[in-house]
């Protein structure tokens, strides 16, 4: 039941070609899971999952969220203050329509950024979960 539970945790980390890789080295086998159990368990609930930064760049991606989640507070403020801005400025001086523009295009390169962010998280993850299972 453990087993499934880690493979579980690993899958969740990691997106699909992550996973596979391993499977392909056999490091996801049973007897390699139990030997390393300890390790990985301990290890499996610091990474971050890559879903959750692509979720949080397509809905809350203007406020930087994708970014505060991965720990990039700094980044994460250059998505929220132009957005705070905008937002802004379109109550007092600019119309509505040019306020949804440079929204739209705020959300457009927080969903660039999310998305390469997951990809190195992902890549991230598996460099670690790779190095405990060949150890």
Do not use: C
Not at 20 to 49: G, H, M, T, V, W
Not at 69 to 76: C, E, F, P, Q, T
Not at 81 to 86: E, K, M, Q, T
Request: no cysteine; proline share 3%; glycine share 6%.
């Amino acid at each position: 039941m453990q087993n499934f539970q880690i493979l579980g945790e690993i899958k969740k980390r990691l997106f699909g070609k992550h996973y596979k890789a391993l499977n392909q080295e056999n490091l996801l086998n049973s007897d390699n899971i139990n030997a390393k159990f300890d390790s990985l368990s301990k290890k499996l609930y610091e990474p971050k999952r890559p879903n959750y930064i692509v979720i949080f760049g397509l809905l809350l991606g203007n406020f930087g969220v994708h970014r505060y989640y991965n720990g990039d507070k700094k980044v994460a403020l250059y998505f929220l203050i132009p957005s705070v801005a905008v937002l802004l400025l379109s109550i007092f001086v600019i119309p509505e329509k040019i306020a949804a523009g440079i929204n739209m295009w705020i959300w457009i390169a927080a969903l660039i950024d999310a998305n390469i962010l997951a990809r190195k998280t992902s890549a991230k993850n598996y460099e670690e979960i790779r190095e405990i299972l060949e150890v």
